[in-house]
């Protein structure tokens, strides 16, 4: 079974057992969450569940509450800890729709096949998402739009894209 990594717990909120948290991206279906595990390092060996009494706020942060997390002495445990997810409780998208986890990490090729770099970070605007692309080299941004990006390919772990008049100028890193 994948975990994923929904958000880190940054601090304290209040006296109650509230914390802070921060997840990747502003996923409201996050909201909706019932049970997560919590680990420093390792979600497979080292961690622990918690069901999840409520998760509040528009944007980051929210504000997260753990089932008999009730003090802030409690709580300031598990500052620091991630929380994951099983990938079957993502919900499902439309179709040419992708989680954050899917993208980060796709190799970049042009429509003729020249590699470009990957994927390593998304930044999310009013519009369209921009991904990040770096070869370790050079670094470009790429819009996620269907003038430039061609295809997704997730099996094959790759994305085709049209380079439009500008968009590789040298940015070397």
């Known amino acids: 079974m994948d975990w994923i990594s929904i958000g ?3 601090k ?3 006296l109650r057992g509230e914390l802070k948290f921060y997840p990747p991206m502003d ?3 996050i909201s909706g969450i019932k049970q997560a595990r919590l680990s420093f390092k390792n979600p497979l060996e080292d961690f622990a569940y ?5 998760i509040r706020g528009k944007d980051r942060p ?3 509450k753990f089932q008999g997390v009730d003090s802030i002495e409690i709580a300031s445990n598990l500052v620091g800890q991630v929380l994951y997810i099983s990938r079957d409780k993502f919900p499902d998208l439309p179709e040419n729709e992708y989680y954050w986890f899917q993208v980060e990490g796709l190799k970049v090729y042009d429509g003729v096949g020249h590699y470009h ?3 390593e970070e998304i930044i999310r605007t009013g519009s369209n998402d921009v991904y990040v692309v770096r070869d370790g080299k050079r670094e470009f941004l790429l819009p996620m739009i269907d003038s430039v990006v061609k ?7 790759k994305l085709i894209f049209h380079p439009l008049e500008g968009l590789l100028e040298d940015t070397s890193v």
């Open 50 to 54: 918690y069901n999840i009494q409520s």
């Open 8 to 10: 880190k717990i940054t």
């Open 117 to 119: 770099g990957d994927i």
């Open 12 to 14: 304290t909120h209040g």
């Open 27 to 29: 996923e409201t279906w």
């Open 151 to 157: 295809t997704i390919d997730l099996e094959a772990r």
């Open 62 to 64: 929210f504000i997260i």
